[in-house]
């Protein structure tokens, strides 16, 4: 079974073949635009862009016509094809509007149509993300949000303004939110009705941190990229997620909720509050099995002479163990030999429905890598070994075993 628009290529490419519509207005953020109509053409998605006239003083329309190579609409009174915004609006699955400006979120409001933007978005049924660009003071004004509170009981879905420093060299919240966090909001709206909707997905991600002293750690090479793919890909068929993780260098996909732990003792204790209500429970952290016994208060030093240095450890709980509930559970083996025989006793003893290995020695593998092959072994005894793909791929073939066991 596979969710609603679920194709293959949609689980490499997550907004393969879908048709997104992207309105320009005239901002300096304008150039971020750019950028996104190109990341949004690579991941798939098929890309038409309406620009006011503003916006085609700050980039071209030619730069956005060679990034999406698709026609660009930026003249009202073009004699060619005066009801192309029309056809752009019918098509859509979904308008963006980046960077929206002041006015345009007035326009918006009001239902008026200056410009091809604001008649494209009067002319589209599709559900409209805003992605909004001005000056702190402008953004906070009451008629600004007075504007917003409208839209939003509209339907419209807004993704920033973002906190930082502004054109004007002044800081404020009026920049627009970076790409990837457009993007993860477009991809949570299209995914909204998904076969996750309704359900909440707790994830486990990345290493823990036992302290040794106060600057020192045992840790472990969990990058958390695998528990951050299962996250993005249940955001992307409409969970509502809960990332609970270690320290990793990786940004939260937008529209999840995140709870930074550093150690096995605190993994657990935010687990046990985030499944309270969870419809399912991956578990793709890497927890430490043992820590270090009493770390020290202060940093230890060494002394003339020393040529060891003796730590004792002790167990830490496992957690998946000691969790009651979660829902469907999902375990994960990291093995380097014997992986059946292994991955079979922990599905058993930590009350899994399914366990995903994979061997952390074979080559596109385990850490840090963009890929994974896994075999799946299941409380039933079924073994599905599956091909090497994606670690987003291999998240969506996770959260399809999910479904089937959750009946
Ligand atoms: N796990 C856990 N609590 C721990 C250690 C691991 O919940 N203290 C979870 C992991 O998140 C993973 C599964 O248990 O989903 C298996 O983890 P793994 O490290 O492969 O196995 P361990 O049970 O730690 O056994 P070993 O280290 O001996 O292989």
Redesign the pocket.
Known sequence: MTGPGYTSSRRTLPLEGRRVALGVTGSIAAYKAADLASKLTQAGAMVEVVMTAAAARFVTPLTFQSLTRAAVIDDMFAASEPEAHVEVARRAEAFVIAPATADCLANLAQGMTPDMVTLTALATTAPVLVAPAMDGQMWEHPATQANVATLRARGVCFVGPMPGRLASGRMGAGRMAEVPQVTGALRQLLGRDGDFAGRHVVV?AGGTQEPIDPVRFVGNRSTGKMGFAVAEAARDRGARVTIVTGPVALETPFGCERVNVGT?AE??AALEAATSDADALV???????FRPASPAGQKIKKTPGQETLDLSLAK????????PGGGVR??????THDLAG?AVE?LR??R?DF??ANDVTAAGSGFGTETNQVTVFHRDGRVEELPLMSKYAVAHAILDRVLRSAG
């Open positions: 486990s096995v993994m657990l578990m793709a952290a890497a927890p430490a099995d830490t709980p496992d957690i998946l163990a000691t969790l999902v375990g994960f083996a990291a093995e292994h922990k003893a930590k899994l366990i995903v």
